[in-house]
């Protein structure tokens, strides 16, 4: 059977990029996304700079030792957008100049370049944004998350619960991945089948397990937030933290080199 | 007619550094008619066993035979092995008990009206009357009640042979006596594995136990055999003793009744007791 396995999901290892504090990781992406859409796809200054933001999301890759496997099975999501991003731009209504024709339609050397590099764009976003989720466990990247919106409980956000929120959906992955494939498997005892016939009939198999996983999802919820309760959880309020994480000064050089170097790339070309 | 396993091993995540043996080499044949029980501490492997026995496992290893035809995969097993998983009520999907429990025929390709039939049928099999239950939703059942139900669902299929994972898990004390009447009836038509840790409730009627160490065979034999054998098995944590065996083994612990038997039935075991009392007031006079 196949395995549920997200896009990203942590890999554990030693290295710079996983010791790196999570808010620190998560200023340096936002940087790098920044940066990418700052980039003008009609000049060739604009390839260059994706060159660039390649080269540094390789670099981190290589820093970072995880396997270039988990963040190449990223783009295989995407690669359907990708190839229609190319073809959408690529193909025009009897453009004036054509490096070839279908028909009446026909790829124009000015579309074809968009689309290419709208192309590249979202391969380095995926790329660059899952080597986050890729080096930081669940757990940093809530605690990271909640540093990085702390400013807005200025505003009465409420944060913390956001935070908690996110950990626990986090944590439920893999939990809710292999009760599915759990309850697959009994189904398939009884009898069921899910690869046989039309998307239809494919769609109509998966009831029997849609059901009982959401049941079972709710119920666990309500179990969940009563034991919440009973250890007295009642929102951020008041709440300290075993792991007292704070960003180290290498935390903050890192961020602001590399921050300060991706939106200059993105800038200056 | 049997279900027979030939010695069986089954490697998880087999090839990588998360590899774990879970099973190597374990026997088995299960004839209809038959309560086979499993035992062993968690972990040792008896659910896997189940799993492999189902056709749900690649094994690395051995071949599981049904009605002396090699079986491979599930579905060629479909129809004559039933598996009941843990909790199985947790599977729950349909709006009615009866219309749940014709899940599994209706898969088989049984005609609606003849699934219902079988349904209602498994529902009376497991003590649930199905007019009163066939109707119901399946989530305002009891916890007894649903395990029932939930096993009215497997053997709705008409299944040769029953593989059963902790049928009494999480159950009160009349949960498990329904639960352990209906496994009784339905050896009737099948052949029935129990993977469990109340040996309590299943070691009086079983033909054969097996006891599961680290996924290989610690102990095979019938009941006699598994009650010579207990005091060791229990020493190494393979087995929780039943009560009555238990507390024999603490009076010869203690120095008491040291030639008796160890056996599941009461008076045999109050016979025991009176006997050593006797034979040490005769020695003392």
């Known amino acids: 059977m196949k395995r549920i396995t997200g896009i990203g999901q942590y890999v554990p290892a030693d290295s710079p990029v996983h010791r790196l504090d999570a808010a620190a990781k998560i200023g340096v992406v936002a940087a790098f996304t920044v940066s990418l859409f700052m980039l003008d796809g009609s000049q060739l200054s604009g390839f260059v700079g994706l060159a660039l933001l390649a080269a540094a999301v390789v670099t981190a890759t290589a820093i970072s030792r995880v396997p270039v496997r988990a963040v190449v099975r990223g783009l295989k999501a995407v690669a359907v957008i990708m190839a229609l991003t190319i073809v959408a731009n690529a193909l025009r209504w009897q453009p004036a100049d054509a490096l070839a024709r279908l028909g009446p339609l026909a790829v124009d050397g000015a579309g074809l370049r968009t689309g290419v590099f709208f192309a590249m764009r979202i391969m380095l976003l995926v790329t660059g944004t899952s080597l986050l989720t890729l080096t930081t466990s669940p757990v940093q990247l809530a605690g990271g998350i909640e540093r990085v919106l702390a400013p807005l409980k200025l505003v009465r956000v409420p944060v913390g619960d956001l935070a908690m929120t996110l950990t626990i959906a986090l944590r439920f992955i893999p939990t809710t991945a292999e009760e599915a494939e759990r309850i697959m498997t009994a189904q398939q005892a009884r009898g069921a089948s899910f690869d046989a016939g039309g998307p239809i009939a494919r769609a109509r198999a998966y009831a029997p397990v849609l059901v009982p996983l959401f049941f079972q999802l709710f119920r666990r919820a309500d179990a969940l937030a009563t034991a919440m309760e009973a250890r007295c959880y009642r929102g951020s309020e008041g709440r300290t933290r075993l792991v007292d994480s704070r960003m180290r000064p290498v935390d903050w050089v890192t961020m602001l080199v590399a921050s300060t170097l991706l939106i200059a790339t993105g800038w200056l070309l | ?285």
């Open chain 2, 1 to 285: 007619m049997a279900l027979t396993l030939t010695q069986v091993a089954c490697e998880y995540a087999a090839g990588t550094s998360l590899a774990s043996v879970a099973l190597s080499d374990v026997s088995l044949t299960l004839e209809v008619g038959q309560l086979v029980v499993v035992l062993g501490s968690t972990g040792a492997g008896k659910t896997t066993l189940l799993r492999a026995a189902a056709g749900l496992l690649a094994l690395s290893r051995g071949t599981v035979d049904v009605d002396g035809r090699p079986a491979s995969g599930a579905r060629a097993r479909r129809g004559a092995v039933g598996l009941v998983f843990q909790r199985p009520e947790a599977q729950f999907f349909s709006l009615t008990v009866e219309e749940d429990c014709a899940f599994g025929p209706r898969n088989l390709g049984r005609r609606p009206a003849d699934a219902l039939d079988d349904a209602r049928g498994a529902l009376a099999a497991v003590g649930l009357d199905p007019d009163v239950f066939g109707p119901r939703e399946p989530w305002s059942l009891s916890g007894g009640e649903a395990r029932r139900a939930a096993l009215a669902g497997v053997l709705a299929m008409r299944p040769r042979y029953l593989l059963l994972d902790e049928p009494t898990a999480g159950l009160d004390a009349a949960g498990r006596d329904a639960v352990c009447a209906a496994v009784e009836r339905a050896r009737a038509d099948a052949g029935v594995l129990v993977v469990t840790h109340d040996a309590d409730v299943f070691l009086g009627g079983a033909d054969r136990v097996l006891v599961l160490r680290d996924g290989r065979t610690a102990f095979s034999g019938d009941v006699p055999a598994l009650l010579d054998a207990l005091p060791a098995l229990a020493e190494a944590g393979d087995v929780d003793p039943p009560e009555i065996p238990r507390a024999l083994m603490l009076a010869r612990r203690r120095g008491f009744a040291p030639g008796g038997a160890l056996t599941l039935d009461v008076e045999a075991a109050a016979d025991t007791l009176v006997a050593a009392r006797r034979a040490a007031a005769g020695g003392a006079r």
